[in-house]
């Protein structure tokens, strides 16, 4: 069984200030892990995606994120916000259960104050 | 690279209407294709899972007779929202992926308001 689970469903930045999106996954296989980002109205766009080759992954808009498998994690970072980057963002696992199987985060809503 | 057109973008009909959305890799083949519903504030609900050629794999609680699936093509799969009725509205969004373990790529999704 799998399942993924971010811990907040919104976060508050100031423009300039770090980001931190935080996503614990549970799998019995080898899970690849996703970042993506929905603005309001729009299909989701992908960030960054692991998939068992270097740990820390570099994705889109300055995001990266690290997968930690001693602590289950997947968090998703990026140093400076900026007002572009208030969005919903989903952390996704998908392993092969016999089947791939798909599994979605309940979504973070990122807001940025100016 | 990696684009999905999803059409159309809002649809707003009458009750009882049947509502086609179609949804389309622009620069890749697809070997699957998925449809996923939205409600407002919520993540992504996975309807089905099409792959070309074959019937599609709908989740638990999705009705197949209601939301017919045809994957016709690897640049091409349509959802149809038969006999739609006022609990049918929703935001409606399609992926598609180069393979399993992919990454999806989504379309822009198709707000349908059923009135």
């Known amino acids: 069984a799998q399942s993924v689970t971010q811990l907040d469903s919104h976060v508050s930045v100031s423009e300039g200030t770090p980001v931190l999106l935080r996503c614990n996954y549970s799998s019995s ?3 690849s892990l996703f970042w993506y980002v ?3 109205n729009k299909g989701l766009q992908l960030l960054l995606k692991y998939t068992s080759a270097a740990t820390l992954v570099k994705g889109i808009n ?6 930690k498998k001693s602590e289950t994690s997947f968090h998703l970072t990026k140093p ?3 007002m572009s980057d208030a969005a919903e963002y989903f ?3 998908s392993a092969d259960t016999g089947g791939f199987k798909t599994i979605f985060g309940a979504g973070t809503r990122l807001f940025v104050k100016a | 690279g990696a684009v999905v057109s999803q059409h159309p973008s809002r649809v707003i009909c009458k009750s009882g209407t049947s509502v086609k959305i179609e949804c389309r890799s622009l620069d890749f083949q ?18 089905a899972t099409s792959n070309e050629g074959s019937k599609a794999t709908y989740e638990q609680g999705v009705e197949k007779d209601k939301f017919l699936i045809n994957h016709a093509s690897l640049t091409l799969s349509t959802l149809t929202v038969t006999s739609a009725h006022p609990e049918d ?10 393979g399993s373990n992919q990454p999806q790529h989504f379309g822009d999704g198709t707000r349908l308001s059923i009135l």
């Open chain 1, 80 to 82: 400076s916000a900026h």
């Open chain 1, 91 to 93: 952390c996704v696992v």
């Open chain 2, 89 to 98: 509205s929703s935001f409606y969004i399609c992926s598609a992926s180069q």
């Open chain 1, 62 to 67: 300055g995001f990266e994120a690290e997968f």
């Open chain 1, 29 to 31: 296989y080898s899970p």
């Open chain 1, 38 to 40: 929905q603005h309001p």
């Open chain 2, 30 to 47: 697809a070997t699957t294709m998925f449809w996923y519903r939205q409600f407002p504030k919520q993540s992504l609900m996975l309807m």
